[in-house]
């Protein structure tokens, strides 16, 4: 019996979290790209409104920026963790296989020493009658 995965837990991993991690990425950079837009639009004329449009628009860049790495990094934190998880996961499996298989050849060298037992002491007991009969005068002289 073969238990191996079809696909491996790295490939399973690459399958659910890249998706994700490119979602976000692409989704960052849409929203950067809208906001640029929309600014430029509603520019004002006047340069002392533009001084400030400028500044207030470098200052949502930098909040955009810092908001965008912080979902980054809360991705890339989240798929550490559920592959932390996966290992322990898989981890614990491998222990409880271990422990089961140990138990079963604890069994195993039981059912052997039980087994040797009994036909040891079937042979005795073998050996009792046919010493009976030997005295007896029947089986073998």
């Given at each position: 019996?073969?238990?191996k995965?079809?696909?491996?837990?790295?490939?399973l991993?690459?399958?659910f979290?890249?998706?994700l991690?490119?979602?976000a990425?692409?989704?960052?950079d849409?929203?950067g790209?809208a906001l640029?837009v929309g600014?430029?639009?509603?520019a004002p004329?006047?340069?002392?409104a533009?001084?400030?449009?400028?500044?207030?628009?470098?200052?949502k860049?930098?909040?955009d920026?810092?908001?965008?790495?912080?979902?980054?990094?809360?991705?890339?934190k989240?798929?550490?963790?559920?592959?932390?998880?996966?290992?322990?996961?898989?981890?614990?499996?491998?222990?409880q296989?271990s422990?089961?298989?140990?138990?079963?050849?604890?069994?195993?060298?039981k059912?052997f020493?039980?087994?040797?037992?009994d036909?040891s002491f079937?042979?005795?007991?073998i050996?009792?009658?046919?010493?009976k009969?030997e005295?007896?005068g029947g089986?073998?002289?």
């Amino acid at each position: 019996m073969n238990n191996k995965p079809l696909v491996s837990s790295e490939e399973l991993d690459q399958a659910f979290t890249q998706p994700l991690k490119n979602e976000a990425k692409q989704v960052a950079d849409e929203i950067g790209q809208a906001l640029e837009v929309g600014a430029s639009a509603a520019a004002p004329q006047d340069p002392q409104a533009q001084a400030k449009k400028q500044q207030e628009d470098a200052q949502k860049k930098t909040d955009d920026n810092r908001k965008k790495t912080y979902w980054q990094n809360f991705l890339s934190k989240f798929a550490q963790d559920e592959q932390k998880l996966k290992q322990q996961n898989e981890q614990k499996n491998q222990q409880q296989e271990s422990e089961a298989q140990e138990e079963k050849q604890k069994i195993e060298i039981k059912q052997f020493e039980k087994s040797k037992k009994d036909q040891s002491f079937e042979q005795q007991h073998i050996q009792a009658i046919q010493s009976k009969a030997e005295k007896k005068g029947g089986v073998g002289g």
